[in-house]
């Protein structure tokens, strides 16, 4: 099973971006799936997760400012970033946590 990312870069406060991870199986909706970040030297943390059933649920940082959607037919995971703030930077992955699968993670960064 591979995980392959897509988008990402530099943007200025306040401006959006989209990521994008398609998987190799259909197994985007079988299972849970999310984004997670990671800042040198600190953990990974989860950002946003959806469920089989399409329940998503967010890290209260970016509540009310992101965004996490599947398609199933195109077995694609996205995140719709809005409202970036400089906290915001860090490398962004897509992971299948209960296979420990994850995406070869993207560089986000907010900076004007």
């Known amino acids: 099973v591979r995980l392959v990312q897509s988008g990402g870069g530099l943007v200025h406060p306040g401006g959006s971006l989209r990521l994008s991870c398609a998987c190799s199986?259909?197994?985007?909706?079988?299972?849970?799936s999310g984004w997670y970040r990671q800042i040198p030297g600190k953990e990974r943390e989860l950002v946003a997760g959806?469920?089989?059933?399409?329940?998503?649920n967010y890290a209260d940082s970016v509540q009310g400012r992101l965004s996490i959607s599947r398609d199933n037919d195109r077995n694609t995971l996205y995140l719709q970033m809005n409202n970036l703030k400089p906290e915001d930077t860090a490398v962004y992955y897509c992971?299948?946590?209960?296979?420990?699968?994850w995406g070869q993670g993207t560089q986000v960064t907010v900076s004007s």
């Open positions: 199986h259909n197994l985007i909706r079988a299972l849970y």
């Open positions: 992971g299948l946590p209960h296979l420990n699968v």
């Open positions: 959806i469920t089989t059933d399409g329940t998503t």
